[in-house]
């Protein structure tokens, strides 16, 4: 199954802990903090704490999950419009097409590229990212996130690259203007490749556009909305590539009414048909698909999208470039187009490199011209992935029988993946932004508000967003509904805490956003926490122990890592304790940054970073390691089943490949398990530099046997039972064997940390970093210049890149380890 549909879906687990009585809980929360040695000593006269944070009591109903939170918003109202932030106002905030552009509004007009090579006996449209399309390389090569853009890509024989530029003015969100640049690739003398370039603008439920066409070719439009006031778009020639010499060229153009933007490609498709031969004079003639008549939605279906498109075309190579003019610009010194686009994109990518080099400082140590170029594209990727989405999340609640409408809003945000996961997702965002705000503090301030801005009454957050039509086209069905009751890794605190540490956590920002962060961090010590106090377990887990070798976790973000065989109440989970020991130290650096009462959220602090406690809950003596605990046996495995011989006359049933429990479980800490959730303790820094627990985990990481690879650490021990184990017939290993780059980065953050402190194992924190710095570095360059793209994850034996593609959320952290960023 694919990383998406496993990490999409959350069954729900049982009823969380609902908030406690805070009177003289708070009272004793307010004390001075006990000495990390200490806390063990008085746990048990520490519950009052517990309480005030909502471990194990259970109180009154909680108020509805699609209630809006009480808070007033982190983003004051109309943050988004041209208005309030001119420069981001328009941007290629539509990562889920290979080339387009929106406004950031909640029903804005949208402008997209498609293209089809016309010498294919079948047409094979190109509009969204999809991985069936095979392409050797597409991406980003330059993104700034405000002013240009250079993308590259390569598509069997064909080069194209796609520009675009932004230019202030006026009163929404100034001009732009696209360059489109094809070449063929192959061998010279092969007759020419003919070529159909598509450019399209669509509304999305107000505003009108009218075409103004001139001997049947759509020169240009003129176009309305309720944001942009007037508009109009250019449709220039085709040149030669050096944009001198005008080209020979057919020219189509549809004009249709279309049920929404989700589907645009589908009318497109739907509306070609053969057309009269295209020839040059002197040259060969050929017949082309061009755009006709499409007769609208069935009836019944009220269309809610104006499309116009405007076809090219045309034999390459070629250039083309599309003008946006908004009608507000009084003062324009003259169209953003041929010399003058080109004046503007190279002096935005000086400005682009020189800021590249002061973040990064990439060429200071060392790197080649290859290796910054790379790096660069890394980087750009992951900021030219940036959407804009507006709508309502699916949820189902405790406190509903059906899924319901969520809180409708916008969410400006980074996404994994444009071909499989061009959306939101909670924990994959914080890593997103270790990266960004090294580029942009404020950008990250605005995404993180977007984020708690969607927050419930009860302080969750969905832990997908699927926000739009578009969006939900790239989610089956079964996977859209978000459960109030499943949580994610808080990254988001690693966020703050490296904003911190900057100085970048702006006040006047913080200010706005406490009451929120007061209410995800409630939230997750309300409904996560476990039966023992100070120890936290995933809801969430996969109920249906007969058909999954391990059940699935995906809340935890670690999908099918292994965890206690049989899901119980009495589960602690490792990684979630030390989740919360980093979201209990931030809110107390916060709280005191902003002068309120820290006095809980250091204390809580402090028990959940006592290296003793911490061991009394997950060090495993018997297994020499730190562990979950919960009911379990490591005696399973996955056997094919004997049905029953069916009735006379019936067939034969298949057989299902089921669960076998050879062992009953019982309460123990898990076994065979060794991996990406043993380190958690040492990821997230929260052990002592003298403890001899930091070295076994260093001797565990280096070992070739367990986690050790020339290509980063691998999720899951070679010696593991689960190691490379499909968790049903159909579901191969993910967690549990390749290797992950978010995770590797927090080893080498950490490594780095422990290399400067003092104690016995400060050398071998050193040499492990170096050397496992180097390893990721060098595959991960490495297989984008075999492959052209980032992974999702890399084979644990061989280092090649796996997974979807292209992964340009965490696996662009690459670019922080080469920094040296942390």
């Not at 996560?528 to 120890?535: I, L, N």
């Not at 980065?745 to 180097?774: D, I, W």
């Not at 340009?808 to 040296?820: I, R």
Request: hydrophobic residues 40%; charged residues 20%.
């Amino acid at each position: 199954m694919a990383r998406g549909e496993r990490r999409r879906r959350a069954p729900e687990g049982p009823r969380p802990h609902e908030r406690g009585p805070r009177g003289a809980a708070a009272a004793a929360a307010r004390k001075a903090p006990p000495a990390r040695g200490a806390a063990v000593a008085v746990a048990l006269g520490l519950t009052a704490v517990w309480g005030l944070l909502g471990g194990g009591f259970w109180g009154a109903a909680p108020p509805s999950a699609l209630a809006p939170h009480p808070a007033a918003r982190a983003l004051p109202a109309n943050s988004s419009s041209a208005a309030a932030a001119p420069s981001l106002f328009w941007g290629s905030y539509r990562p889920h097409v290979y080339l387009g552009m929106k406004t950031r509004s909640p029903r804005a007009p949208v402008a997209g590229f498609m293209w089809l090579r016309q010498a294919d006996r079948e047409p094979r449209l190109r509009h969204t990212c999809e991985q069936s399309d095979r392409l050797d390389r597409y991406g980003w090569l330059l993104h700034d996130g405000v002013h240009f853009g250079v993308q590259e890509i390569r598509d069997a024989g064909l080069h194209l690259e796609t520009t675009f530029v932004k230019r202030p003015g006026g009163r929404h969100g100034g001009d732009w203007s696209w360059r489109i640049t094809v070449r063929p690739e192959g061998i010279v003398g092969t007759p020419p490749v003919l070529i159909s370039l598509f450019f399209y603008v669509a509304t999305d439920g107000q505003g009108t556009l009218q075409p103004v066409v001139e001997k049947n070719r759509m020169a240009s439009l003129a176009g309305t909305t309720e944001e942009l006031g007037e508009f109009t778009m250019s449709f220039q020639q085709p040149t030669s590539e050096a944009g001198m010499i005008p080209l020979y060229a057919s020219y189509n153009y549809l004009e249709a009414k279309v049920e929404g933007l989700h589907r645009l490609t589908d009318v497109v498709k739907a509306s070609l048909s053969p057309r009269f031969v295209y020839a040059p004079p002197g040259a060969p003639k050929h017949r082309y698909f061009g755009v006709d008549t499409y007769w609208g939605p069935p009836d019944g279906i009220e269309p809610l999208s104006q499309l116009l498109v405007h076809q090219v075309t045309v034999a390459v190579p070629c250039q083309l470039e599309v003008l946006f003019e908004s009608g507000s610009v009084t003062d324009r010194a003259g169209r953003l187009a041929e010399g003058t686009l080109t004046q503007e994109l190279a002096r935005h990518r000086e400005a682009f490199e020189e800021r590249f080099e002061r973040t990064f400082m990439l060429a200071r140590k060392g790197f080649s011209a290859q290796e910054q170029d790379f790096a660069k594209a890394a980087f750009s990727n992951m900021l030219g992935g940036m959407g804009y989405f507006y709508g309502h999340s699916l949820v189902q609640s405790p406190h509903s029988d059906l899924p319901q409408h969520y809180l409708e809003g916008p969410l400006f945000t980074a996404v994994p993946s444009r071909s499989f996961f061009p959306r939101g997702f909670l924990w994959d965002e914080g890593f997103h932004q270790l990266l960004l705000s090294r580029w942009d503090p404020l950008l990250t301030h605005e995404v993180l508000a977007h984020w708690f801005d969607l927050m419930n009454a009860e302080g969750w957050i969905p832990r997908e967003q699927i926000l739009g039509d578009e969006a939900r086209t790239k989610v089956p069905a079964e996977f859209v509904v978000q459960h109030s009751s499943a949580g994610n890794p808080p990254t988001f605190f690693l966020v703050l805490q490296q904003l911190l540490s900057q100085g970048t956590a702006d006040m006047p920002y913080l200010r706005r956003l406490y009451p929120r962060l007061q209410s995800w961090y409630d939230w997750y010590n309300r409904t996560q926490a476990g039966r023992v106090p100070y120890t936290f377990q995933w809801r969430g887990r996969d109920q249906d122990t007969q058909v999954f070798l391990n059940p699935k976790t995906l809340t935890s973000g670690l999908d099918d890592y292994p965890r206690a065989s049989h899901p119980s109440p009495d589960e602690r989970h490792l990684d979630l304790r030390c989740w919360m020991a980093l979201a209990s130290d931030v809110m107390a650096k916060v709280a005191e940054h902003l002068g309120e009462p820290a006095g809980a959220y250091q204390h809580m602090a402090d028990i959940l970073a006592d290296n003793q406690l911490l061991g009394q809950h997950h060090w495993a003596e018997a297994l020499g390691t730190f562990a979950d605990f919960g009911n379990h046996t490591q005696a399973v495995s996955l056997e094919r089943e004997r049905p029953r011989p069916p009735p006379p006359g019936q067939p034969l049933p298949t057989p299902r490949l089921l669960r076998v429990v050879r062992k009953p479980p019982k309460l123990q800490f898990v076994g065979g398990a060794l991996g990406y959730v043993t380190l958690f303790p040492l990821l997230l820094q929260l052990l002592q530099p003298e403890s001899s627990r930091l070295g076994t985990l260093l001797a565990d990481m280096r070992n070739e046997k367990h986690l050790w690879t020339p290509f980063g650490l691998r999720s899951l021990s070679r010696s593991s039972p689960f190691y490379l184990q499909h968790n049903t017939e159909h579901d191969p290993p993910y967690w549990r064997g390749p290797i992950w780059i978010n995770i590797n980065y927090l080893a080498v953050r950490a490594l780095h940390h422990y290399s400067l402190l003092e104690g016995p194992f400060q050398e071998k924190a050193a040499t492990l970093y170096r050397e496992l710095r180097a390893n990721l570095i060098a595959n991960v360059f490495r297989q984008y210049m075999e492959s052209g793209y980032l992974w999702e994850q890399y084979h644990d034996g061989t280092g090649k890149g796996q997974g979807c593609y292209p992964f340009t959320g965490w696996s662009a952290l690459v670019v922080l380890m080469m920094a040296e960023e942390y």
